[in-house]
């Protein structure tokens, strides 16, 4: 659901009801407000006298919502320091949502603190009867997020990379993403082969009636150079895939054009920021260069 | 009018005005989506009659943090604070505009567009007219008028009749054959005569109007104002009533003789209609777009010709300015 249609987009505060510190740098915020969010959302969350910024949802279960936010600059440093009961403005939920079918196989891939909102995502897709693959990145170890509680998620299998090999495959979860792709694409191939339906393929644990059910979607939320990698992997082996993208937002709601991008102008703040691979094919700014608060190019 | 398969009539909603080619009245405002040339283009196809750019500055300005873009049903605040990168992203983004389009030619541009300045000075009004009109753009509109960077810049020029009018001159020093629109504020005590002296200045037409106010909401729990500047300026259906009585009065005090772009919450075929009645030839959409959607440049054209024909319309001129007839 887009935002559009509630007809409301001014902020109001609520109490923070329970923080978690997931690492040095990250803690999760649990508010006393459920704003219907769907997974890949986001919110802009305002500090009084401090500024507002967009975040993804990390949950909403439909009594709590929360966010889960890296410490990088003067804002989420500020919004680091407060404490449980503190006032915090929300407005949303805003932007597009990933989607998928009953049944079907996703795979996830998070870097950053994209872990969080693809937690959402398999949280709701499992109750779907969706399976997942969920890629997990960080520099290292004690960087991972989510891990825990997505190992407790049902039909899910985790995999973890580390840069340093603390856990898991030591390199780039974008690696593990494309050996999965390439396991499932052969051994499809080898099924069609024997004239076999594709349903057990490895990545398909799970049997289901839909023939396009077992047709598998990656999804991607992390760092842009993670996301650009994964889009041409997609592209290449012709999987389905969409994408988390970010732009500097200051609406939220598609007035403003700041997060416009080129050369089609479409605002990553409405028209995603799940944002299907094939219109990020055609973005000449994706993975090259995105603008500030003033609407100057910025090179990544 | 055009006369479709012999039974629908549809009126014609193009017009000639000040030489320029317009497919429809809608023209998009000033600072709605309207950062880059891929935004403006965006809205070129979906069907807006003309693009207003973000309004740009001489050097480069920075605007006010987060929250600045507030909105519900009735009004949107904004105090975005005019951030601009300066002449060099202009100039980029205003020749991409006009050069072919990158991934569809066929949606190359033709879609007129209107360059609108800023500055806090008038010779800064001066340097950036020049700067822009080497640039060709098909108008230029000339920002006298936000009322949400008056903490930093004083009272807008559109507060009094030598400050508009010098600034008006200034501009027009640059432009040569373009044609020059000049913004005006609804927060004064007589815009016909804010109007009546930029014209006598030169200007070739007149855009009302910027925001109201300013105007603050405040949150109830946090007990603080929500915008970061504290105030912004009101946007939106809730200041419709107020910007057609400012195309009116704008009207009559320059006899019609200018075009006008009646802009201030304009959602519908027929809040159009009823700004062209008050003396608008053109109609700036903004807000609408939180509300209907990009769409909201086609809809309002086919409301607008729905309503002419149900009505025995059979052109835009038997329209505007109608009250002062
Ligand atoms: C749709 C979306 C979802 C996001 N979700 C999350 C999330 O779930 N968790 C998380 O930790 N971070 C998320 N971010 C990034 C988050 O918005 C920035 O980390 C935050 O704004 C930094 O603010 P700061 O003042 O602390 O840092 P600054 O030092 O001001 O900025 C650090 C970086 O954040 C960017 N940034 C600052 N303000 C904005 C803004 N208004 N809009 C977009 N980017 C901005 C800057 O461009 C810069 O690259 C998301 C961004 C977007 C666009
Ligand atoms: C978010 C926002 C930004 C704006 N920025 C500018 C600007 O840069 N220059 C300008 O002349 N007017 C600016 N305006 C004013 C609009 O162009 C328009 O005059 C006003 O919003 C009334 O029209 P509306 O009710 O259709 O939005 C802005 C308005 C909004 C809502
Ligand atoms: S942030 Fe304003 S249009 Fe996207």
């Known amino acids: 659901m887009s935002c559009g249609c509630k007809k409301n987009n001014v902020p109001k505060t609520y109490k923070i009801v329970s923080i978690k510190k997931e690492t040095e740098q990250v803690q999760t915020f649990t508010f006393d407000v459920s704003l219907g969010a769907r997974p890949g959302q986001f919110v802009m969350v305002w500090l009084p006298g401090v500024d507002e910024v967009p975040m993804s949802v990390s949950m909403d279960d439909g009594k709590n919502l929360s966010i889960t936010f890296f410490q990088v600059g003067d804002m989420t440093t500020e919004l680091a320091k407060c404490k449980v009961g503190d006032l915090v403005g929300l407005r949303g939920p805003l932007g597009t949502h990933y989607e998928w079918k009953k049944g079907q196989h996703l795979i996830l891939v998070a870097g950053g603190y994209g872990a969080a909102p693809m937690y959402f995502v398999a949280n709701e897709a499992v109750k779907d009867e969706c399976t997942v693959d969920f890629i997990v990145g960080a520099r290292s170890k004690d960087l991972l997020l989510y891990t825990d509680e997505i190992k407790k998620l049902e039909n899910t299998n985790l995999h973890i990379a580390t840069d340093d090999g603390s856990e898991g495959h030591k390199g780039y979860n974008t690696e593990i993403l494309e050996k999965l792709i390439n396991q499932r694409l052969s051994s499809t191939e080898r099924q069609s082969a024997s004239g076999e339906a594709s349903k057990n393929t490895p990545l398909d644990s799970t049997p289901c009636e839909e023939p396009h059910s077992r047709k598998a979607s990656v999804f991607a939320c992390g760092p842009e150079m993670m996301l650009k990698r994964i889009s041409d992997i997609c592209a290449e082996e012709e999987v389905t895939c969409f994408l988390s993208l970010e732009r500097y937002m200051k609406c939220g709601y598609g007035l403003c054009g700041n997060c416009c991008m080129d050369p089609l102008g479409i605002r990553v703040c409405k028209d995603g920021p799940v944002i299907s691979n094939d219109i990020c094919r055609q973005l000449t700014e994706f993975g090259a260069y995105h603008r500030d608060e003033l609407g100057r190019k910025k090179k990544f | ?325």
């Open chain 2, 1 to 325: 009018m055009i006369v479709l398969a012999g039974i629908l009539n549809v009126m014609e909603l193009k017009q000639n005005i000040l030489g320029i080619e317009f497919t429809n009245p809608t023209v998009l405002a000033s600072g709605i989506w309207g950062v880059t040339a891929s935004g403006w283009r965006c809205v070129a196809k979906n069907g807006a009659g003309a693009i207003t750019t973000k309004s740009l500055w001489d050097k480069e300005h920075k605007g006010h943090p987060n929250p600045t873009i507030i909105s519900n049903e009735y009004w949107s605040l904004n105090a975005v604070g005019i951030p601009d990168a300066g002449p060099e992203k202009a100039r980029e983004e205003i020749a991409s505009y006009m050069a072919d389009h990158p991934v569809y030619p066929e949606q190359s541009r033709r879609t007129p567009l209107v360059a609108n300045i800023v500055s806090n000075s008038k010779e800064g009004f001066g340097e950036i007219a020049k700067v822009i009109a080497e640039l060709k753009p098909d108008a230029i509109e000339v920002n006298i008028s936000c009322p949400n960077v008056e903490d930093e810049l004083g009272k807008p020029f559109a507060c009094s009749k030598p400050d508009a009018a010098g600034v008006t001159e200034a501009v027009k020093k640059h432009t040569g054959d373009i044609p020059v629109f000049v913004k005006l504020s609804p927060n004064v005590n007589n815009i016909g005569e804010i109007a009546k002296a930029v014209v006598g200045a030169g200007a070739d037409g007149i855009t009302a109007i910027n925001t109201v106010g300013p105007g603050m909401a405040i949150d109830l729990k946090s007990r603080k104002p929500i915008l970061s500047n504290r105030v912004g300026g009101l946007s939106g259906r809730a200041i419709k009533p107020v910007a057609v009585r400012c195309v009116a009065d704008c009207y009559k005090a320059t006899d019609g003789k200018v075009p006008i772009i009646g802009t201030g919450g304009i959602y519908t075929g027929e809040d159009a209609l009823e700004i062209m009645m008050a003396g608008a030839s053109l109609v700036g959409i903004g807000t609408a777009i939180w509300d209907r959607g990009e769409e909201v440049f086609k809809k309002v054209c086919e409301e607008m010709s729905e309503w002419c024909d149900a009505n025995d319309v059979k052109d835009l001129s038997e329209i505007i300015g109608s009250i002062h007839k």
